[in-house]
Nanobody
Framework: QLQLMESGGGLVQPGGSLRLSCAAS????????IGWFRQAPGKEREGVSC???????NYADSVKGRFTISRDNAKNTVYLQMNSLKPEDTAVYYC???????????????WGQGTQVTVSS
C-alpha cells in the first residue's frame, strides 16, 4: 500500500516562505496524481493544489500566484513551495495520492499524516 509522508512545516512570519515535501514509499507514486490539502482549526479540509502524473497543475484561487507545486519522480517526491505566506494559510497540510488531479478530497485514496504550518508574527 502506498504510504506518504509530509515534511517541511513549521512556524514562519507573514510574508515568509516554506517548502513542503511529500515523499512516497514506492515508485508507483509516479503514476498517481498528487494533491495538497489543508485543514485549519474548526474548518473543513480544503484543496490547495494538485499535480498530474505528467505534471499538469492546478491551484485554489486563494493560493494562486503564491504557491507552486512540482514533482521529482526520480525521488518519488512532490513539493509545495509556499511564498508570501499569510496568517490565514495556517493549517495542517496533507498530501494525497489518487487517479485524477483534482482538488476534491474524495478523489484521493492515500493520505499522509500531515504537517503543521503556522504563519504568525
Amino acid at each position: 500500500q502506498l504510504q506518504l509522508m509530509e515534511s517541511g512545516g513549521g512556524l514562519v512570519q507573514p510574508g515568509g516562505s516554506l517548502r513542503l515535501s511529500c515523499a512516497a514509499s514506492e515508485f508507483t507514486f509516479n503514476y498517481y496524481a498528487i494533491g495538497w490539502f489543508r485543514q485549519a482549526p474548526g474548518k473543513e479540509r480544503e484543496g490547495v493544489s494538485c499535480i498530474s502524473s505528467s505534471s499538469n497543475t492546478n491551484y485554489a484561487d486563494s493560493v494562486k500566484g503564491r504557491f507552486t507545486i512540482s514533482r521529482d519522480n526520480a525521488k518519488n517526491t512532490v513539493y509545495l513551495q509556499m511564498n508570501s505566506l499569510k496568517p490565514e494559510d495556517t493549517a495542517v497540510y496533507y498530501c494525497a495520492a489518487g487517479a485524477l488531479p483534482t482538488l476534491i478530497l474524495g478523489d484521493y485514496d492515500y493520505w499522509g499524516q500531515g504537517t503543521q504550518v503556522t504563519v504568525s508574527s
